[in-house]
């Protein structure tokens, strides 16, 4: 059984089918790019797993599970977190906040108690800040820790968005379009960090992309959509040279 | 200017940032602490409404300020923890537990709020919460074997611990002030918490929030409840400062009247409940100074410039039916919300912070430091 997994996976608005019966499956430790032109329904896989919109059909299973019922809020529990494509943080809180908000799915102290501020709740506080400490230095966010999010520039903010999700120690996480936005030098620390994530920190990356020269260098496999249906799946340049994908990019 | 070098965790966690902070708070707390023995009866009397009025302003806070749920139906919450306080009262029920269970069961009441709340957001929340507001107004005014209908209830002196606490003296102003502090403490211990920070991400993206494993329900009614409980708690000291209450004292104006508490103190701060909450009990003495001293002030100027005694006293006349005009009051309000929405968004709190940086970089700031930026629309939102 692969670790990650869409069944015919299908999501219809009226007659637009932004998803049209997509299977694929991850397997554990991969980094696995979704391509395709705009609108082919790659973010929409993503708001699927992460449950902002139910599937009109199809199932999704996790670790063996299926999770396609499950409520939003416990698919970041099972260890799933993701990116924005349009960054959603929280923009009137601080830096380190954000992180921490990530830490949210391992907090274990009740409300009477955080009232009180018990020791417990100190100590719970203490050993999040040391998680997101070292998310800190792993991305290189240690000048902006205390800053608010509204003053930070675009491409800052896409590196806080992956670190908040780093924080809660996901299994697998899910990009989507990591690089949009930043420029070249930025793109090449993005593409360390994806593969450190996976040699590292042992995480499982599921990654929409636009970038080929970033899908080139980080992915072990890619899958090409259009129109919400799979195109094509394999390794990157197998992908790219299939002739369904080239005539979707440039027209047949 | 003053730089923290922070050396341990708990430098971020701490209530106090440093020493500056224990030394300020502390005297603030005790010039508070000798003011019955200074101040005069009257700005005792306006100081223990500053207290109530600012602890409503720190529970309407954690709903609109920190989870972004507006609501125009405090007043109501703080109806129900005053009548819940009279209607024990008569079974002589002792203080204490009145006290708590006023708290307990508007906080009851605000979790059942904020179950229909969910599903609503900005304007339509501020509607259902206002139609709450009605609905309460109305049960008080009819349900008359609890609440004793229109006339209204009469809410006996306190009694502590054996002794009799009247309205007017210092130790039912310190009950009032403990009572704040103890809500100030217990809100910026959850704001330091994970609970404050879901409140926080809900506000800001419900979205993200809900990606990183916040359930947002929850949460919200939690938010829900916590605001309303306190504004019960503050209820209960309320009916006996005024020692009868009745339903035309929790309209839809006072529920206002608290918004415009955290709007002027400004939202995303516990200083700006407690700053609003002065700014709105200091307007009414304004208003009566406005009422019985103004006509005869610009009379007088009018005679003094030349008028003729008649004159002025047609000017005396027309000033004096503008000031007692009904709906003045109201028309004050919404004039002061307009123009601190236009001008000062960030409140009276925001306003110190820039004069405190003023004086931090003296020769240094420049105009521009608070200047407001134009921020792009998100164009493309997940709802």
């Known amino acids: ?252 | 200017m003053r730089f923290l070098f922070k050396t341990d965790y708990e430098d971020d966690i701490r209530l106090f940032p440093h020493s500056g902070y224990v030394y300020s708070y502390g005297l603030l707390l005790a010039v508070l602490v000798i003011a019955p023995y200074v101040l005069s009866s009257y700005l005792m009397s306006q100081l223990v409404f500053v207290c109530i009025y600012a602890t409503v302003g720190v529970g309407l806070m954690i709903l609109t300020g920190f989870t972004g749920q507006a609501s125009l139906g405090h007043a109501a919450f703080l109806a129900i923890g005053a009548y819940t306080a009279a209607y024990l009262q008569q079974f002589n029920v002792p203080f204490p537990v009145y006290f708590l269970a006023a708290g307990l069961l508007t906080g009851v009441v605000g979790a059942l709020v904020g179950f229909p709340a969910l599903r609503l957001q900005g304007i339509y929340l501020v509607i259902a919460t206002i139609s709450f507001a009605f609905i309460v107004e109305e049960i008080m005014a009819r349900w008359e074997s609890v609440t004793n209908g229109n006339e209204g209830m009469r809410v006996k002196t306190m009694q502590l611990l054996g002794t009799t606490v009247s309205r007017d003296g210092p130790t039912f102003y310190y009950l009032c002030l403990a009572v704040l502090v103890l809500t100030i403490v217990g809100t910026l211990n959850l704001l330091r918490s994970p609970t404050g920070r879901a409140f926080v991400a809900i506000r800001d993206s419900e979205t993200a929030a809900r990606s990183m494993g916040i359930n947002v329900a929850l949460y919200k009614v939690k938010s829900f409840a916590i605001s309303a409980a306190i504004t019960g708690f503050a209820g209960v000291l309320f009916a006996h400062k005024l020692s009868f209450i009745s339903p035309e004292m929790f309209t839809l104006q006072l529920s206002i009247e608290f918004i415009i508490v955290i709007l002027i103190g400004g939202t995303f701060s516990l200083h700006g409940a407690v700053l609003g909450a002065i700014f709105l009990v200091m307007i009414d003495p304004f208003l009566t100074y406005l009422k019985d001293d103004m006509p005869g002030v610009i009379a007088g100027a009018a005679a003094t410039l030349g008028a003729g005694t008649e004159r002025a006293g047609h000017i005396q006349d027309a000033v004096a039916a503008f000031a007692s005009a009904n709906g003045l009051k109201g028309a004050i309000y919404g004039v002061i919300i307009v123009v601190f929405v236009l001008f000062e968004p960030l409140g009276l709190y925001g306003r110190w912070l820039k004069i405190k940086l003023f004086f931090q970089l003296f020769p240094l700031y420049k105009r521009a430091t608070f200047k407001r930026q134009k921020i792009y629309v998100k164009s493309e939102r997940n709802r």
């Not at chain 1, 790659?42 to 063996?64: M, Q």
């Not at chain 1, 274990?108 to 203490?126: D, H, I, N």
């Not at chain 1, 989507?176 to 040699?199: A, H, Q």
């Open chain 1, 1 to 252: 059984m692969s670790y990650f997994r869409a069944e015919n996976l299908s999501l219809h608005f009226g007659g637009l089918k932004a998803v049209d019966a997509v299977s694929f499956a991850v397997e554990k430790g991969e980094i696995l790019s979704i391509i395709g032109p705009n609108g082919a329904g790659k973010s929409s896989i993503f708001n699927l797993i992460s449950r902002i919109y139910p599937p009109t059909s199809g199932k999704i299973f996790f670790e063996d599970q299926d999770i396609t019922q499950e409520p939003a809020y416990d698919i970041a529990k099972l260890g799933i977190a993701r990116t924005f494509q349009n960054i959603e943080l929280f923009e009137n809180a601080t830096v380190l906040s954000n992180l921490l908000v990530g830490r949210h799915r391992h907090s274990t102290t009740q409300l009477w108690q955080e009232l009180l501020f018990l020791p417990s709740v100190r100590a719970g506080e203490k050993a999040h800040r040391r998680r997101v400490e070292q998310v800190i230095e792993f991305l290189d966010l240690e000048p902006y820790r205390d800053k608010l999010i509204s003053g930070l520039p675009y491409g800052v903010r896409k590196v806080i968005e992956l670190a908040r999700a780093l924080c809660s120690e996901p299994k697998l996480i899910l990009l989507d379009e990591p690089s949009s936005g930043l420029n070249v030098e930025e793109t090449d620390d993005m593409s360390f960090w994806i593969r450190d994530m996976k040699s590292e920190l042992g995480i499982t990356v599921l990654m929409v992309e636009h970038d080929m020269t970033l899908v080139n260098r980080v992915s072990d496999r890619v899958i090409a959509l259009n129109y919400g249906r799979v195109l094509a799946m394999g390794s990157p340049s197998e992908v790219q040279h299939h002739p369904d994908v080239v005539a979707a990019y440039l027209g047949a």
